[in-house]
């Protein structure tokens, strides 16, 4: 059994989940809650699952189909091979949307992952675009997030994710980005836990890699704002409107688009199957 160092031992733990006060900027109310429940409570109040739900996606649903008349896509959705962002792209064209599925290759693919995209793209019959990057930046990239003992040394890949969806929806002139995220199935992360910015990035990079980025997709915050307020690029979370049990997701997976599971959640990436289960785990 490993021991902590006195420095990581809780003082205080959340009397509603495992939160505790050796996460930076966490607060306590007068039961006893913390910050994240209280942002989970406010989603849940944002977003209910009600019976007026349905109607609020149907809503939403003709916004980016009237956004989208004329133009080949109407929204971007990011694709993984792994369970949400397939289902969310299940239910995009479900919906009757028109998206095109981005996926980025970063070399660490699994081959179910890969399958898994395939056969998805195929039965729904959507177009399905693949950045790969470029194998020696992106490898020095991530060995550097390693050695900066950063506790998000998956940034690189979500970075890269994030700014490339972007980029296509521009290119098409869509408005809308479909992400696979639920705040009811993966909550709300720490800011110091995973903190993503074009400048982190680069600072990284320039500390303890070897090489210069120069096809990283790395977006600024200029870029961003661009993106946002010139393009009008909205960021569409379609699964905050789902009772989202798992079983019948698999099953519908499974089923209708030839899906296999790769084993724990985000191991569709064999890089991100060792950092989660095995660096995560051994690291204090």
């Known amino acids: 059994m490993k021991i902590l160092p006195y420095k990581y031992i809780a003082n205080k733990v959340c009397t509603r989940c495992l939160m505790d006060d050796t996460v930076k900027g966490i607060a306590f109310d007068e039961k006893g809650e913390c910050t994240f429940c ?10 209910p699952l009600n019976d007026e739900a349905p109607q609020k996606l149907q809503t939403l649903v003709e916004k980016i189909k009237q956004d989208g008349k004329g133009k080949k896509y109407d929204c971007i959705v990011g694709v993984s091979g792994g369970r949400d962002s397939t289902y969310t792209l299940h239910n995009a064209v479900k919906l009757g949307l028109r998206p095109l599925a981005v996926h980025f290759d970063n070399g660490w693919n699994s081959e179910i992952a890969v399958q898994n995209i395939k056969n998805a793209t195929n039965i729904l019959g959507v177009d ?16 550097s997030f390693l050695f900066a003992s950063v506790p998000d040394a998956e940034v690189p890949t979500d970075w890269v994710i994030f700014s490339v969806l972007f980029a296509e929806a521009a ?30 990035v680069q600072d990284v990079q320039s500390k303890f890699g070897k090489v210069k980025l ?26 905050y409107y789902y009772h989202y049990n798992e079983t019948e ?3 519908v997976l499974e089923e209708e688009l030839g899906w296999k599971n790769y084993g724990d959640k985000h191991h569709e990436s064999k890089y991100t199957a060792f950092f989660q289960a095995y660096i995560l785990n051994k690291k204090i």
Not at 181 to 195: A, C, D, N, Q
Request: glycine share 4%; proline share 2%.
């Open 38 to 47: 209280k942002i989970h409570d406010d989603l849940e109040r944002k977003f």
């Open 128 to 143: 399905l675009h693949t950045h790969v990057a470029d194998w020696e930046e992106f490898k020095d990239l991530q060995r």
């Open 171 to 200: 290119q098409y002139n869509v408005k809308y980005i479909v992400h696979g995220h639920s705040f009811r199935t993966e909550g709300t992360t720490p800011l110091t836990w995973t903190y993503m910015d074009g400048k982190y």
């Open 214 to 239: 120069k096809s990283f997709p790395n977006m600024s915050m200029s870029k961003y704002i661009y993106y946002s307020l010139f393009k009008k690029i909205n960021q569409i979370r379609i699964l």
């Open 249 to 251: 997701v698999l099953r």
